[in-house]
T-cell receptor, first 112, second 115 residues
């Protein structure tokens, strides 16, 4: 069955430090890959997506993610975290025309 | 920038009551979705809707649930007789029909509390 794993439930990063959030998927074929962010009281905002092509994709707010087919991973990165990045981050996958399958999410806390 | 909107932001209801959650998708989108997130759990797919009919639904979407596009702008989720386990955050999403049809844009959610 298709699944998405986000191994880290909660991560704390110092402001200005780099960030990497992990995402692994189990899928029959290369799916479409997404990262969403949910700030407190807000909806799910799309950060970035990968459908095909260049395996390093750039998103909003300075985030990027790299698709690694051999590792079935799509990790999210940011070189320098800001306090406003504190939120919950969801990795999601889908095939064309199907519903999104979400991971359980990673809560990011930013310390000063 | 166009956004998906949802009302109400929070709904409290008694077990057994009917609730209707409302969504206004992005205006030129024609694929619509409902997802839910029980506290502490994953966001789960409920149903997708296109061309005035359900195109896909999950096991969660049983006979207690229904969706409707009553006019040109609203998309609703009705829970006929709420149960305690229906307490969750419900998200509406929409996607365009061409070009970017596999990208879903989400609303802020409605928190449903069933007492």
């Amino acid at each position: 069955a298709q699944s998405v794993t986000q191994p880290d439930i909660h991560i704390t990063v110092s402001e200005g430090a780099s960030l990497e959030l992990r995402c692994n998927y189990s899928y029959g074929a290369t799916p479409y890959l997404f990262w969403y962010v949910q700030s407190p009281g807000q909806g799910l905002q799309l950060l970035l997506k990968y459908f095909s092509g260049d395996t390093l994709v750039q998103g909003i707010k300075g985030f990027e993610a790299e698709f690694k087919r051999s590792q079935s991973s799509f990790n999210l990165r940011k070189p320098s975290v800001h306090w406003s990045d504190a939120a919950e981050y969801f990795c999601a996958v889908k095939q064309a025309g199907t519903a999104l399958i979400f991971g359980k999410g990673t809560t990011l806390s930013v310390s000063s | 920038e166009p956004e998906v909107t949802q009302t109400p932001s929070h709904q409290v209801t008694q077990m057994g009551q009917e609730v209707i959650l409302r969504c206004v998708p992005i205006s030129n989108h024609l694929y619509f979705y409902w997802y839910r997130q029980i506290l502490g759990q994953k966001v789960e797919f409920l149903v997708s809707f296109y061309n005035n009919e359900i195109s896909e639904k999950s096991e969660i979407f049983d006979d207690q649930f229904s969706v409707e596009r009553p006019d040109g702008s609203n998309f609703t989720l009705k829970i006929r007789s709420t149960k305690l386990e229906d307490s969750a955050m419900y998200f509406c999403a929409s996607s365009p029909t061409s070009g970017d049809s596999d990208t879903q844009y989400f609303g802020p959610g409605t928190r449903l509390t069933v007492l």
